[in-house]
């Protein structure tokens, strides 16, 4: 079984900034790729960052330059941090992580979501 643990979300104004973090724990062999994701009321689910266990790192077109993803493999950790915010960046975060458990299989988990409201 693995936990993912999100926290860091909150209500920020316009062009503050928010770090977002999401802790990994349980049976956990190797960490692979691990992304954000948000969900705004009324749309879809749409990827914000991921990075690879490599340190290869990929961003939506909406957030390059203003979001950086990074990881703490020590401590099975994702982060996003994020500048700049806009009111479109409001919705539902979730962190998302590839792993190999102890047996070598390969999953994938999703975290519970923090919500991140940016106010005009």
């Known amino acids: 079984q693995v936990q993912l643990v999100e926290s860091g979300g909150g209500l920020v104004q316009v062009g503050e900034s928010l770090t977002l973090s999401c802790a990994a724990s349980g049976s956990i062999f190797s960490l692979h790729a691990m992304g954000w994701y948000r969900q705004a009321p009324g749309k879809q689910r749409e990827l914000v960052a991921t990075t690879t266990s490599g340190g290869s790192t990929n961003y939506a077109d909406s957030v390059k330059g203003r979001f950086t993803i990074s990881r703490d493999n020590a401590k099975n950790t994702v982060y996003l941090q994020m500048n700049s915010v806009k009111p479109e960046d409001t919705g539902v975060y979730y962190c998302?992580?590839?792993?190999?458990?102890?047996?070598?299989?390969?999953?994938?988990?999703w975290g519970q979501g923090t919500q991140v409201t940016v106010s005009a």
């Open positions: 998302k992580v590839d792993l190999w458990d102890f047996r070598r299989l390969s999953y994938v988990y």
